[in-house]
């Protein structure tokens, strides 16, 4: 999918939301359980209740290695689901991988090529040459963790180098590597005081911002620097929209989590466009 494609989704459902597909089987409700695969099962239907909503969908990818070659299985199953039914939502595979060269290009063919997710995430730690392969993937985004929303987010990424702090340093040399054009970057709605440095340095590309929901982050703090004219944004919530029911309600429950969150940024979208 390309930038414009996401750009004309955001404006006809005027929503940013990405929903986080972290599936927890001591979560999901029993009666899913005798399913055959429960984690898609549980998908499916939450993603069928929501759609219209969501703009994006992020499984992290842990909550599917957990469970070995069924979580896996489940993952691809997912991801067909949308790519078959949905083609217009923008998926991305919360996998935060980089290696070096050789590794992170089996990296990027597995989830940008095979799995055919729209994007993935990726550490910078090990630097260009790492990131540089996901990069090389045409129609296709690599989102590199910037700020993110953890409290330990912090100990490194702020650490000052050259008088600036590190994940500052991170957004600067990330431009300049080639096909720049395809990254997004990952800032948590934890850091929302840390936005309008932020939007100085990349003020034109998309931000993935998880932290909104259980993690405590506040939708309006996050838009007041971070939203750009083309939004800008892609706001995650996870365990705030899937687990918000218990029983077999448990879809409806969650598209109305979702739809809470799409008026809010109705509004803020109507207020700034
Ligand atoms: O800085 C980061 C980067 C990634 N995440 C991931 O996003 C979701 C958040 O889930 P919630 O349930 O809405 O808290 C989860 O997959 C994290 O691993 C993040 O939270 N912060």
């Known amino acids: 999918m390309n930038r ?32 055959e ?50 083609p217009e939502l923008f998926t991305i595979a919360d996998a935060k991988r980089g290696d070096i060269g050789n590794t ?35 129609n296709k985004n690599t989102i590199l963790l910037a700020l993110t929303s953890n409290k330990g987010g912090v100990d490194f990424q702020g650490l000052k180098t050259e008088n600036e702090e590190l994940y500052k340093k991170v957004l600067k040399t990330a431009l300049t590597w080639k096909n720049s054009e395809n990254l997004m970057f990952v800032v948590g709605a934890t850091k ?3 936005f309008e440095d932020i939007r100085k340095i990349v003020p034109n590309h998309f931000l993935l911002v998880p932290g ?22 892609l706001i995650n919530s996870s365990r705030g929209i899937i687990y918000a029911g218990t029983n077999e309600n448990f879809a409806q429950e969650a598209q109305k989590e979702a739809l809470k969150l799409q008026q809010e940024m109705a509004t803020i979208l109507d207020s700034s466009w």
């Not at 838009?223 to 004219?229: D, F, M, Q, S």
């Open 192 to 194: 929302a005081e840390y």
């Open 104 to 138: 992170s290009t089996m990296y990027a063919k597995a989830f940008l090529e095979d799995l055919n997710f729209d994007s993935v995430t990726v550490a910078p730690y090990m630097g260009s040459d790492s990131v540089e392969p996901f990069l090389a993937f045409e």
């Open 4 to 35: 414009q494609e996401l750009i004309a989704q955001i404006q006809q459902k005027k929503s940013f939301l990405c929903i986080g597909l972290d599936i927890d089987l001591a979560k999901i409700p029993t009666h899913l359980l005798a399913e």
């Open 37 to 86: 695969d429960p984690i898609f099962e549980f998908n499916k239907q939450i993603i069928d209740a929501t759609h219209h909503l969501a703009v994006s969908y992020k499984p992290n990818t842990a909550f599917y290695e957990a469970y070995g070659i069924k979580g896996w299985q489940a993952l691809e199953k997912t991801i067909d689901y949308i790519n078959t039914n949905y």
């Open 212 to 233: 909104v929901g259980a993690q405590g982050g506040n939708l309006h703090d996050v838009c007041k620097y971070g939203l750009t004219k083309d939004c800008g944004l």
